[in-house]
């Protein structure tokens, strides 16, 4: 088994391979204070709620965001079963020609659902991922990164909302909006929230297909695919395990 580890700034995912096969995926919050101590007893739980010991995993590869936890959790992996345990950064090949003024700054995560979507999708392929930041980026015909947008995520507009203003609440988006004219602060905070995320990412769609031409591909990413997406009236591939799968590709083609 590969392990897939995901470190952002939110949650850290874990997903399990055997071969092309995804067998588990599990989501935990991330905590910059946890030791590698913690973190391994975390792994081994995740393994063992999933019925594989520790001795199944063959090796790992990590993309992580948030860089104290990237040496933590290589030696939380190592301490569960001291395998092979690759990073995503420079040095690493991807098969990708990254196209941007800093290529070296081009974040993990960035680059690993680039090479998910360049391995599964026809290209050019526009990458829409919802975590704690909104990000969106290319990949052309000739298979190179050519850069993207950036914007606040949905959760930080949501928590902006409750902490910059006196009278509008802290609301959980897991009930679906209703109409699209609220009828109450926390119908209407919905309804601005998702669907005006779900309208911007129509918008620059649009926007991104206009300067590539036809034929693109768009494909949707993250945590909050699921909440936005749905409502989304432009064709959008939801697939959330999009990052695991690009860190699968970096693990064989880096073996």
């Known amino acids: 088994m590969i392990l897939a580890i ?4 939110t949650n850290i995912v874990v997903g399990g391979y055997e071969g092309a096969e995804l067998r588990f995926c599990a989501r935990v919050s ?22 594989f010991p520790p001795d199944s995993i063959e090796g790992a590869i990590i993309s992580s965001v948030v860089p104290p936890l990237s040496p933590v959790m290589r030696h939380a992996v190592r301490l569960v079963q001291p395998v092979k345990t690759l990073m995503v950064g420079p040095g690493i090949k991807t098969g990708l020609n990254i196209r941007i003024d800093n290529p070296g700054g ?101 926007r991104y297909r206009a300067a590539l031409g036809s034929g693109v591909t768009v494909v949707a990413c993250g945590g909050l695919a ?20 690009g860190l699968l590709a970096l693990y064989n083609r880096n073996s």
């Open 6 to 9: 995901d470190i952002g700034n």
């Open 30 to 51: 991330t905590d910059a204070a946890r030791t590698e101590f913690e973190y391994a007893v975390v792994l081994k739980e995740i393994l063992g709620l999933h019925g």
């Open 106 to 206: 081009l974040g993990a995560d960035l680059l690993s659902t680039a090479i998910g979507a360049m391995e599964k999708y026809p290209l050019p392929v526009v990458i829409i991922d919802l975590g704690t930041a909104t990000k969106i980026t290319v990949v052309d015909e000739q298979r190179s990164f050519l850069g993207g947008a950036i914007m606040p995520g949905v959760m930080i507009g949501l928590k902006a909302l409750a902490d910059c203003t006196a009278q509008l609440p802290q609301i959980n988006l897991d009930d679906e909006v209703k109409h699209p004219i609220g009828s109450n602060t926390i119908d209407c905070m919905k309804s601005g929230v998702i669907l005006g995320a779900a309208s911007m990412i129509e918008g620059m769609v649009r």
């Open 226 to 245: 699921g909440v936005v997406i749905p409502y989304c009236e432009c064709e959008i591939i939801r697939d959330d395990h999009l990052l695991l799968d």
